[in-house]
Every structure is written in C-alpha cells, then in structure tokens.
C-alpha cells in the first residue's frame, strides 16, 4: 500500500535535546512538507522541500532544520533553539503533476512531548 | 492575506442534522479549495474540494457550496451521523512557487446520537 509513514507515533524528550522525527513516503511524489498543529491554530508549514537536495523555510522554521537526502525521505529535527517544541507534527507529499490542486496526503503524524 | 478565517470553531448536531461550516478568504490568488477531515490522533485527509468556477460540488452527503464574490466557501454535511464526529479544516492554495496551502483554524463537529 502506497501512503506516507511517520514514527514514532509519540516521542518524549528532555529540554534542551535535539529530537529528529522520520517522515518516509513511497507514493513517488516530489514535494514534501512538514506542518506543526497545535489546538486552536490549524496547520502551520515549517519547511517543505519540492525536489531531492533543496528545501526552503516555511513560516515557522526557527528552531526546526530538514534534510531531504532521498526523493522518500524527509526528516524534521527539533532542536534545542525551537521555544515550544511540544505538537502534533504532520508530514505531507504532494504529486507534482497536482501541483496545482492543493490536494496534500498526510502522515499520521507524531506527538512531541517535550519537559 | 494569507488568512483562511473559519468558523465555528465547534460545533454540535444531532444525528440526522445538517452540519455547516464556513470559510472566507482574501487572497483572491487562491485557485482550490480543499476541505480535510482528521480524527484524533490521525492526519488529516481530504474529503471533498472544489475550483472558484464552480458554485457546487457535492460527494455524498458532502456538499461545498462557493461564492467566488464573497470570497466564502463552506461545507455542508447532510444527515450527520456520529462517525462524522472530527475536525475539519478548510483550506486555500494557489502555486507560489511552490503549492502553497492555506489551512483553516478547524472545526471540531460532534455528532450526538
């Protein structure tokens, strides 16, 4: 089954460490993208990436770094600078021939807890 | 600009009742207007879109209702039934280089028996 996977489901981590989340998809699709959620707020974009090797800011990416490595693959670190680390993190792929159409699948995210 | 306002934040209905919630936008940039269904501890997945050249387009007990000179769009579910209990996110993109998607603040609908 094509789709995108996210682990863990939930993550624990002291302040001050940096904590990386894994987002892989197999849906062969080019453009990927990381969104925080937090209750009351909706979707906020921190990085997104569009082809293997490049990745630009979203509106949110203090404190957060990417690296896209494989066309698959597109994990989020938090690090230590990012104030308030504690969401629902949410990765997404688009298909490049959808561009156009804003039609994201998501991830089944990953909760950061972080103390 | 950017800003996707939807409203109500919650919203409650009896099963069998018809659930309603709206969106307006500014940008008049943005060319499609998706609408995102998410469970608790899930990621949201699309449920129903539609373009700013159609004033309707329903799926199902879904429908999207559009008024492209108002700058207002919203979702229509007709005969709620418990298992629409979720959150529903509105949203607006357009190709800034990039798909850029504007996401809504969410409603969260309960649907009671």
């Known amino acids: 089954d094509g789709g995108i996977t996210q682990s863990p489901k939930y993550l624990f981590r002291k302040e001050g460490q940096n904590v990386t989340l894994s987002c892989e998809q197999n849906?062969?699709?080019?453009?990927m993208y990381w969104y925080r959620q937090d209750p009351g707020q909706g979707l906020r974009l921190i990085y997104y990436?569009?082809?293997?090797?490049?990745?630009q800011k979203g509106d949110i990416a203090e404190g957060y770094s990417v690296s896209r490595e494989k066309k698959e693959s597109f994990p989020l670190t938090v690090t230590s600078a990012q104030k308030n680390p504690t969401a629902f993190y949410l990765c997404?792929?688009?298909?490049?021939?959808?561009?156009?159409?804003?039609?994201?699948?998501f991830g089944p995210g990953t909760r950061l807890t972080v103390t | 600009q950017q800003q996707v306002k939807q409203s109500p934040q919650s919203l409650i209905v009896q099963k069998g009742g018809i659930s309603i919630i709206n969106c307006a936008y500014e940008n008049t940039a943005f060319d499609y207007f998706p609408w995102y269904q998410q469970f608790p501890g899930k990621g949201p997945a699309l449920l129903i879109a539609i373009r700013p050249d159609v004033s309707e387009k329903k799926e199902g007990r879904f429908t999207i209702s559009f008024n492209k000179s108002a700058k207002q769009f919203s979702l229509h579910i007709m005969d709620s039934q418990p298992g629409d209990s979720a959150t529903y996110f509105c949203a607006a993109s357009t190709f800034w280089g990039y798909q850029k998607v504007t996401f809504g603040t969410g409603t969260k609908l309960q649907v009671i028996p």
């Open positions: 849906l062969n699709h080019d453009a």
């Open positions: 997404a792929s688009i298909w490049d021939r959808d561009r156009h159409r804003g039609e994201q699948y």
């Open positions: 990436s569009q082809i293997v090797n490049d990745f």
